[in-house]
């Protein structure tokens, strides 16, 4: 278990356990591991874990990270964001002896950081320049008294002589140096000051560091190595996979029928929930935001252009209220610590593959799952395009951007899954089709169209590769106008040729020529489309050209609002909404009565496990995950309370307690099968996990559908032809009618020739009934 490496053996043996000389900080001895271990087994960093954060688990890396910390080793962590950096460091300083020194360039995050530990019962402090000398003094005093199990410090006052002096004479447990990617001039966060830093190595050589980023990439990566003197650090590379996000992307454009659709996603999926929306221009920010009020939600605007002190409270806002919607420009995010957002919308492209990365990464830090939804259009494409062109950067410059995003249109434009195409953006290769993505959930259809990406590029062609979409369009579909007339358009071969297309398929179709390089648009400005690439090729049919069926053109519902509804928060059923809502309502109370934002009282998940569990004392609620010592001190009794107060009213509300429905026990088996789908199972994968047939888990979920807690969309992918084929034999064959509870299928099978699952119709038909 531990990281059995040279020279880390003695540190083990009288730093790991036992603090019975009196090192830790009077601040956290109720919650100090020492002297705790059970059983005798040396596994201090476990009791931490489960004692001070309450979490059961390591996740993979961190364990290995913190066992290195421990046995006095240097470390290297990169990990994605969400992927729990922190306890890699605040594990480690609570088990060894002396005081963390983390050094962060957030100064806006370490009052959060701080307020976080202290709700863990760890004391903790920070040094920066929100501070009064004062107060300054005062966090000085507590650090030399050894009062400390962690201190905050920007970077440019810790390489302060006066700050290294006064840590020379401080006993250390190790330096953490957060978002590391900082000392690379490349990397766009470069801070001066974070070269300086060698000098820890210098002056400190005994104390462990570890470097921590969510920055990927390998030169990143070798510029902290050489700058940091980490040679010998051990480097642990997470997967920068994020299981629990949800991508969905769509061609629907940033116009307003991108953003209706964004409204169906958001009201579908995430009524409650807060989100934040990035437009591209301020003025798109600023109008997005006052059309999500008028649509009833509480939306803010967020850019640069604001004022400071007007930015601050739309970002304290959405740290302390629930259900806030930020519209920004890329400039929110950085530094923006709430786990429990549940939705990143993009109205545009974003700029690159890992600026989509970096901030669809925002959502679900908590692990809960979450949605990152894309609308991208013609426009965005177009647009970027002339931006890199207008730029002031070397050619050199300009190449990388445009290979940039192209990589991103490759991504948007493709009809495999999302995921991987991002992991291995990454160099991550390897991965299965991840399940979760709009193209794993609905495959998207590819359809060859040669002829109709001919007919395009003809028609551009023989208008003389000098008219942007609409007139190309226009021409297509045989829409004379006077300017057609009087270029004498109208007259030319390609006129009209299809118009039994709408235009907006062949305005996709063009999006697709663009995305592929088949055609391009002039750069000055005109959007004039000229044939490039391959174009002749294609035009001569030595070349095929296969698309995706435009998501702009699917059914009705659109897969916005129909993919993303598989989620786990809430998990819960209906008889537990209760509970969770008078839960959540204490949750408010206590959060509002500390001042602190709610997920820092406990997560969603946290909730949702009491729900489930329903804890009858302090034993038990130590048990859910979230939920330390501290915690359960502070919070546990009236937990217990209301909990206690919702068993006893349903007790007496259903007479004799849990069994006085015939059917108990199978809707409590109904309401597993259904809140373990709603957390990402499949109906075979729920069926394995409890040793069921697969058909008892189907009924489950068809009496769900009947509920109309489910719809079938959650269950089966279908085209809306074989919904309305379905529907027509239902009505030939009168199954609608009638109160028959369980009316006979069979010739509806009959008549629909086997072709499809028996549970597919039967859920229809409990939607329809
Ligand atoms: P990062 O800094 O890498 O973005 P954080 O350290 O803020 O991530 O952690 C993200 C979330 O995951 C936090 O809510 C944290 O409490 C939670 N978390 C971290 N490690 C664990 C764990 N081992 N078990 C459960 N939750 C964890
Ligand atoms: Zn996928």
Same mark, same amino acid.
């Given at each position: 278990?531990?990281?059995q490496?040279?020279?880390?053996?003695d540190l083990?043996?009288?730093?790991?356990?036992?603090t019975?000389?009196?090192?830790?900080?009077?601040?956290?001895?109720?919650?100090?591991?020492?002297?705790?271990?059970?059983?005798?087994?040396?596994?201090a960093?476990?009791?931490?874990?489960?004692?001070?954060?309450?979490?059961?688990?390591?996740?993979?890396?961190q364990?290995?990270?913190?066992?290195t910390?421990i046995?006095?080793?240097?470390?290297?962590?990169?990990?994605?964001?969400?992927?729990?950096?922190?306890?890699?460091?605040?594990?480690?300083?609570?088990?060894?002896?002396?005081?963390?020194?983390?050094?962060?360039?957030?100064?806006?995050?370490?009052?959060?950081?701080?307020?976080?530990?202290?709700?863990?019962?760890v004391k903790?402090?920070?040094?920066?320049?929100?501070?009064?000398?004062d107060?300054?003094?005062?966090?000085?005093?507590?650090?030399?008294a050894?009062?400390?199990?962690?201190?905050y410090i920007?970077?440019?006052?810790?390489?302060?002589?006066?700050? %290294? =002096?006064l840590?020379? /004479?401080?006993? &250390? #447990?190790?330096? *953490?140096?957060?978002? +590391?990617?900082?000392?690379?001039?490349?990397?766009h966060?470069?801070?001066?000051?974070?070269?300086q830093?060698?000098?820890?190595?210098?002056?400190?050589?005994?104390?462990?560091?570890?470097?921590?980023?969510?920055?990927?990439?390998?030169r990143t990566r070798?510029e902290?190595?050489q700058?940091?003197?980490?040679e010998?650090?051990?480097q642990f590379?997470?997967?920068?996979?994020?299981p629990n996000?949800r991508?969905?992307?769509?061609?629907?454009?940033?116009?307003?029928?991108?953003?209706r659709?964004?409204?169906?996603?958001?009201?579908?999926n995430?009524a409650?929930?807060?989100?934040?929306?990035y437009?591209?221009?301020?003025?798109?920010?600023?109008?997005?935001?006052?059309? %999500? =009020?008028?649509?009833? /939600?509480v939306a &803010? #605007?967020?850019? *640069?252009?604001?004022? +400071?002190?007007?930015?601050?409270?739309?970002?304290?806002?959405?740290?302390?209220?629930?259900?806030?919607?930020?519209v920004?420009?890329?400039?929110?995010?950085?530094?923006i610590?709430k786990?429990?957002?549940?939705?990143?919308?993009?109205?545009?492209?974003?700029?690159?593959?890992?600026?989509?990365?970096?901030?669809?990464?925002?959502?679900?830090?908590d692990?809960?799952?979450?949605?990152?939804?894309?609308?991208?259009?013609?426009?965005?494409?177009?647009?970027q395009r002339?931006?890199?062109?207008?730029?002031d950067?070397?050619d050199?410059?300009?190449?990388?951007?445009?290979g940039?995003?192209?990589?991103?249109?490759d991504?948007?434009?493709g009809?495999t899954?999302?995921?991987?195409?991002?992991?291995?953006?990454?160099?991550e290769t390897?991965?299965?089709?991840?399940?979760n993505?709009?193209?794993?959930?609905?495959?998207?259809?590819?359809?060859?169209?040669?002829?109709?990406?001919?007919?395009?590029?003809s028609?551009?062609?023989?208008?003389?590769?000098?008219f942007?979409?609409?007139?190309?369009?226009?021409?297509?579909?045989?829409?004379?106008?006077?300017?057609?007339?009087?270029?004498?358009?109208?007259?030319?071969?390609?006129f009209?040729?299809?118009?039994?297309?709408?235009?907006?398929?062949?305005?996709?179709?063009?999006?697709?020529?663009?995305?592929?390089?088949?055609?391009?648009?002039?750069?000055?400005?005109?959007?004039?489309?000229?044939?490039?690439?391959?174009?002749r090729?294609?035009?001569?049919?030595?070349?095929?050209f296969?698309?995706?069926k435009?998501?702009?053109?699917a059914?009705?519902?659109?897969?916005?609002?129909?993919?993303?509804?598989?989620?786990?928060?809430?998990?819960?059923?209906?008889?537990?909404?209760?509970?969770?809502?008078?839960?959540?309502?204490?949750?408010?109370?206590?959060?509002?009565?500390?001042k602190?934002?709610?997920?820092?009282?406990?997560?969603?998940?946290?909730?949702?496990?009491?729900?489930?569990?329903?804890?009858?004392?302090?034993?038990?609620l130590?048990?859910?995950?979230?939920?330390?010592?501290?915690?359960?001190?502070?919070?546990?009794?009236?937990?217990l309370?209301?909990?206690?107060q919702?068993?006893?009213?349903?007790?007496?509300?259903?007479?004799?307690?849990?069994?006085?429905?015939?059917?108990?026990?199978?809707?409590?088996?109904?309401a597993r099968?259904?809140?373990?789908?709603?957390?990402?199972?499949?109906?075979?994968?729920?069926?394995?996990?409890?040793?069921?047939?697969?058909?008892?888990?189907?009924?489950?979920?068809?009496?769900?559908?009947?509920?109309?807690?489910?719809?079938?969309?959650?269950?089966?992918?279908?085209?809306?032809?074989?919904?309305?084929?379905?529907?027509?034999?239902?009505?030939?064959?009168?199954?609608?009618?009638?109160g028959?509870?369980?009316?006979?299928?069979?010739?509806?099978?009959?008549?629909?020739g086997?072709?499809?699952?028996?549970?597919?119709v039967?859920?229809?038909?409990?939607?329809?009934?």
């Amino acid at each position: 278990m531990m990281a059995q490496r040279a020279g880390g053996e003695d540190l083990m043996g009288s730093d790991l356990f036992g603090t019975p000389d009196g090192a830790r900080a009077p601040g956290s001895a109720a919650a100090s591991p020492a002297g705790s271990a059970r059983d005798g087994s040396v596994d201090a960093a476990q009791d931490v874990l489960e004692q001070v954060f309450g979490y059961k688990h390591f996740r993979f890396h961190q364990r290995a990270i913190v066992d290195t910390l421990i046995a006095g080793g240097d470390a290297l962590a990169l990990m994605p964001t969400g992927g729990g950096k922190s306890l890699c460091y605040q594990v480690p300083a609570l088990v060894r002896k002396g005081t963390a020194i983390v050094v962060s360039p957030l100064i806006a995050l370490m009052q959060d950081q701080v307020d976080a530990l202290e709700q863990h019962g760890v004391k903790a402090a920070y040094i920066n320049s929100s501070l009064t000398p004062d107060e300054r003094a005062a966090n000085e005093w507590a650090l030399r008294a050894g009062e400390l199990d962690l201190l905050y410090i920007a970077p440019e006052r810790l390489v302060q002589e006066r700050t %290294l =002096s006064l840590l020379e /004479r401080t006993k &250390l #447990a190790l330096f *953490a140096i957060d978002e +590391a990617h900082c000392v690379s001039q490349w990397g766009h966060d470069f801070r001066p000051e974070y070269r300086q830093l060698s000098i820890l190595a210098e002056r400190f050589p005994k104390v462990p560091r570890i470097a921590l980023t969510a920055t990927a990439d390998e030169r990143t990566r070798a510029e902290i190595v050489q700058q940091l003197g980490l040679e010998g650090a051990q480097q642990f590379v997470a997967s920068f996979d994020r299981p629990n996000i949800r991508y969905l992307i769509s061609d629907a454009g940033g116009g307003a029928v991108g953003r209706r659709r964004m409204w169906d996603f958001i009201a579908t999926n995430h009524a409650q929930d807060a989100g934040i929306v990035y437009c591209l221009s301020r003025r798109a920010v600023e109008e997005t935001a006052q059309w %999500l =009020s008028d649509q009833g /939600r509480v939306a &803010l #605007a967020y850019h *640069a252009g604001m004022p +400071a002190e007007q930015r601050r409270i739309v970002q304290a806002r959405f740290l302390a209220e629930e259900s806030i919607i930020v519209v920004a420009t890329i400039a929110f995010g950085m530094g923006i610590d709430k786990p429990d957002v549940r939705f990143v919308a993009h109205l545009n492209l974003p700029k690159s593959i890992e600026a989509y990365y970096q901030e669809t990464g925002r959502a679900g830090r908590d692990g809960a799952s979450s949605n990152a939804w894309m609308a991208y259009g013609l426009n965005d494409i177009t647009q970027q395009r002339q931006w890199i062109v207008q730029s002031d950067g070397s050619d050199l410059h300009k190449r990388v951007q445009r290979g940039k995003l192209d990589a991103l249109i490759d991504l948007c434009e493709g009809v495999t899954c999302r995921r991987q195409a991002l992991l291995s953006y990454f160099g991550e290769t390897g991965s299965p089709p991840c399940g979760n993505c709009d193209n794993c959930i609905a495959p998207p259809q590819t359809v060859d169209a040669t002829r109709d990406a001919q007919m395009v590029l003809s028609a551009v062609y023989r208008t003389g590769e000098s008219f942007g979409v609409t007139y190309v369009v226009d021409v297509l579909t045989g829409k004379a106008d006077e300017r057609i007339t009087r270029n004498g358009h109208d007259a030319i071969k390609t006129f009209g040729i299809g118009r039994d297309q709408k235009a907006s398929y062949w305005k996709a179709l063009i999006r697709q020529l663009v995305a592929a390089g088949y055609l391009a648009q002039d750069e000055e400005g005109y959007q004039t489309m000229v044939l490039a690439g391959d174009a002749r090729a294609l035009l001569k049919g030595e070349a095929t050209f296969n698309v995706r069926k435009s998501t702009a053109h699917a059914g009705a519902k659109g897969e916005g609002a129909r993919v993303a509804k598989r989620r786990d928060v809430p998990a819960i059923t209906a008889e537990q909404q209760p509970l969770f809502d008078a839960l959540r309502a204490t949750r408010s109370a206590l959060a509002k009565a500390s001042k602190l934002p709610a997920f820092r009282i406990f997560a969603d998940r946290t909730l949702i496990e009491l729900v489930q569990v329903m804890p009858a004392d302090k034993r038990a609620l130590e048990q859910i995950n979230g939920l330390g010592t501290v915690k359960v001190e502070r919070y546990g009794a009236q937990l217990l309370e209301v909990i206690a107060q919702h068993r006893a009213a349903r007790g007496s509300g259903s007479g004799s307690g849990s069994g006085s429905d015939a059917d108990g026990d199978v809707s409590a088996e109904a309401a597993r099968s259904l809140a373990q789908f709603r957390s990402g199972l499949g109906v075979e994968a729920i069926a394995a996990a409890r040793g069921l047939p697969p058909e008892t888990v189907y009924e489950h979920m068809i009496g769900a559908v009947e509920q109309g807690a489910l719809e079938t969309a959650d269950l089966f992918d279908y085209d809306d032809e074989d919904l309305d084929e379905i529907h027509a034999i239902f009505e030939r064959c009168g199954t609608l009618k009638g109160g028959d509870a369980s009316p006979d299928l069979a010739p509806v099978m009959k008549a629909l020739g086997d072709r499809f699952e028996r549970a597919f119709v039967r859920c229809l038909l409990a939607e329809l009934r």
